[in-house]
């Protein structure tokens, strides 16, 4: 597959982080993502009181409305800004504790309980620490990642859901050559290899 300059890109930890400082997060969208509101059936499959993950959550507003349709919310997140501003944009209480496994990690959640947010690098997390998922919403997160890194992330995505899971998963298309990313450009035929 043809992705031209990107296959060697790689964006770091500390780059996202001054993103989230400088708000320059483009990325970031006030409104549910139209997507999720079209395919929703497709998520829930008819379920009620799924576990859903947020691959890269930043503050995704969708993370509030499928926990107030009574599903289990569970996301991870490198900046605690994005996690903390999350909870204070909704007006959510929430309490913080680290996370034993994980070196420096915290988990911020909202006293309700259903909103579970993991602050750390995805990599670290695991099924042991975090369980297995009915539903994925991945917006932004695959394409986010390091080309490098795609068969990492998809490896552990798969490791954590659960059998008849849904995953749904929004992609970008463009001429990589003319933008070095991220978004990266991850082709049909990649998506299809990295998860079959």
Not at 39 to 45: A, C, E, S
Not at 101 to 113: C, L, N, P, V, Y
Not at 157 to 184: A, W
């Amino acid at each position: 597959s043809d992705i031209g300059s990107q296959k060697e890109r790689v964006v770091t930890e500390e780059e996202w982080l001054q993103k989230w400082e400088m708000g320059n997060i483009g990325f970031h969208k006030e409104q549910r993502h139209p997507l999720l509101q079209k395919y929703l059936d497709v998520l829930l499959n008819g379920r009620s009181g799924l576990r859903i993950f947020f691959p890269l959550c930043g503050k995704a507003v969708e993370m509030k409305w499928l926990a107030d349709m009574g599903h289990t919310v569970v996301g991870v997140e490198v900046s605690e800004q994005a996690v903390k501003e999350f909870f204070s944009d909704h007006s959510l209480p929430y309490c913080e504790e680290p996370v034993p496994e994980i070196s420096g990690a915290k988990m911020f959640q909202s006293t309700s309980g259903n909103i579970s947010l993991y602050c750390c690098s995805i990599y670290d997390l695991s099924s042991s620490i975090v369980g297995k998922f009915d539903g994925v919403w991945d917006r932004g997160a695959l394409v986010a990642v390091n080309p490098c890194d795609r068969q990492r992330y998809a490896r552990l995505m798969i490791s954590l859901v659960e059998k008849n899971s849904s995953y749904l998963l929004v992609t970008v298309s463009y001429d990589p050559n003319k933008h070095k990313g991220p978004p990266f450009y991850v082709p049909e035929s990649e998506i299809k290899s990295l998860f079959g």
